[in-house]
């Protein structure tokens, strides 16, 4: 593998400001990484070489004329294609919006471009968002680098796959219910959801919009805050954005000092339905983070265990009103307009093509709980039993400054297993959700491989509403006592995918 | 309760999807096993709980009453199943029986 492809953005970035590298030469270096491997990951749905290089090479010619870059100029990124970026399509990974191409940027693209960032393409995703493992995607699974019969996670898959695969360095993805932190989880990279409204959602492709929440994927604790720098912060095109300064997360990555640190362990999150390497990896981290100075305590979330129903209601109700907008008339697909159908058959016809299967059930079920005679029964029960898990996180932040457990319960699971059982699909957020429910800051950190797969193991760390920070200090505490323990960074330990490319074409011989 | 295939077509008529009848023999099924999983949260909502509709405080947001930048007329059309005389062209309004 090309040396280039190995090293973290903040020290590309540091390359390419010093001279060493060009953001060509890095560029170049991904695209070729990226034709070499991604018939195999299939993470992109979308590469924008032309543009890609086209930027590079600015970058590279305002350093020549003398210019001042910024912390990550001239590093290439992948973004999720749930993201309005002009000139590429922009499908949700969906077939309703197969041909549409977005007029305007959403700005935390607009941000990437203002910072001088290489948008190398657009990764795949479960549609609208909605799945644990990519595998609802109207444009085929992405498979995860560690074990290509797996899933990579969901609904950011293609992200994670991105970084778990070296295609990039960095990435963007998105959180509802988990779908930044439990594709982390499963590809051994690092997946932070800021605050809810530390980053603007506009031009995202809504799913849940109380609980939709973008933010940064990287490999490293230190690259992720690098990011987190760049897109968060207020924006007035969001009106739910935090009009606040963005925690100083960078700073926290750097410090990755947890002395004196309160840290709590949700008693809720963890036993039965847990892979036992899942709960070992997670005492061992914790462990760390005691030997490398902070206090271990327990707390309890009583109502933890109600988030999952909680979040069913919830999320599908907003689906169901989001996706009301795919109506056939204005942009996206449009189907059985034959000059004699009505505008509401066309729109009947439309979705029931448009739309895959998860999404038409979420729809149903969104209907179902909004529905006259059972909104009492189930949105209006579950938004009480939302306070009600606010509260835990309000009881437990006044003990200690942040909960940890596992980020999911399991390693990554196979293509295929669960994708006709919803309800088993759904568990793979089991631990994720309580922190878009209550809109407070929560990460995942690799924290090794089970030890009965070799499969990657996340470490989930919550804090409270605008202390992002916290995550970062505890992340990159975590990540420098076991990489040193490790002797490396865990995806060091990731197969390599070009050898098998190699072994075929040297059979082949 | 149980969900049958009737009961999700008329749902799925109110939202506006076309489901053929393999469609709605495979969801009835599955929807009444989420439905079934998730019903547990009427019993713990009981009593005098708020309810939480959003994770922060709401508040209006306004920006100054100044004209700025808007799309054109050819950017809002650009992704338009079907366009005449820069306007969206769609299906007639009213059905047969209206």
Known sequence: MNPVLRRTAADLAAAIRSGELTSVEVTEAFLARIEAVDDQVHAFLAVDRDRALETARRVDAKRSAGQALGPLAGVPIAVKDLLSYEGLPTTAGSRILENYRPVYNATIVQRLIDNDLVILGKTNLDEFAMGSSTETSAFGPTHNPWDLERIPGGSGGGSSAALAAFEAPLAIGTDTGGSIRQPASVTGTVGVKPTYGGTSRYGVIAMASSLDQPGPCARTVEDAALLHEVICGHDPLDSTSIDQPVPPVVEAARRADVRGMRIGVVRELGGEGYAPGVEQRFREAVEVLREAGAEIVEVSCPHFVYALPTYYLIMPAEVSSNLARYDGMRYGLRSGDDGSASVEQVMNRTRGEGFGEEAKRRIILGTYALSSGYYDAYYGSAQKVRTLISRDFEAAFAQCEVLVSPATPTTAFKLGERIDDPLAMYMADLCTIPSNLAGNASASFPCGLAPEDGLPVGFQVMAPPMADDRLYRVGAALERALTARWGGPLLDRAPDLTRSVQALVDEEK | ?98
Not at chain 2, 16 to 23: F, Q, V
Not at chain 2, 73 to 79: H, K, M, S
């Open chain 2, 1 to 98: 309760m149980s969900l049958t295939p009737d009961d999700v077509a008329r749902l799925a008529a109110l939202a506006r999807i076309e489901l053929t009848p393999a469609e709605l023999a495979k969801l009835a099924p599955q929807l009444d096993v989420i439905l079934d999983s998730v019903a547990s949260v009427t019993a713990v909502a009981q009593g005098d709980i708020p309810p939480t509709s959003h994770a922060l405080p709401l508040v209006n947001v306004f920006r100054d009453d100044v004209v700025t930048g808007s799309l054109s007329p050819d950017q809002v059309l650009a992704n338009a199943p079907d366009a005449e005389d820069g306007r969206f062209r769609v299906p007639r309004i009213l059905d047969e029986e209206a």
